[in-house]
């Protein structure tokens, strides 16, 4: 089992950039796919980028494509998400999440989760 820590969040404004880090712990890291969800206050949680187990293949929400990039570091056992001109529709808690395959994390549905990591974007 993998056990997750988010960090990198916090305040910024409109237009800036922002990069989390996920850092994972046991030796089968680079055998899961990782990715990132979001819940805003209020709404229900989201996906919003995944990544394989190899770092070959990459999928996004709609709603970041285009202006997130995630990626990982299987030598080092983290998993970033580069947030760039953020709008403050991204205000949220960020976290991050492994499972087997990109599929299986865009399905979502999970019960437990970890502590996140805030990110607020002013405008």
């Known amino acids: 089992q993998v056990q997750l820590v988010g960090s990198g969040g916090g305040l910024v404004q409109a237009g800036d950039s922002l990069r989390l880090s996920c850092a994972a712990s046991?030796?089968?890291?680079?055998?899961?796919?990782m990715g990132w969800f979001r819940q805003a206050p209020g709404k229900e949680r989201e996906f919003v980028a995944a990544?394989?187990?190899?770092?070959?293949?990459?999928y996004y929400a709609g709603s970041v494509e285009g202006r997130f990039t995630i990626s990982r570091d299987n030598a080092k056992n983290m998993v970033y998400l580069q947030m760039n001109s953020l709008k403050p529709e991204d205000t949220a808690v960020y976290y991050c999440r492994a499972d087997s395959t990109i599929a299986t994390l865009r399905k979502g549905g999970y019960l437990d989760w970890g502590q996140g990591t805030q990110v607020t974007v002013s405008s």
């Open positions: 990544i394989s187990w190899s770092g070959s293949s990459t």
């Open positions: 046991g030796r089968t890291f680079s055998s899961y796919a």
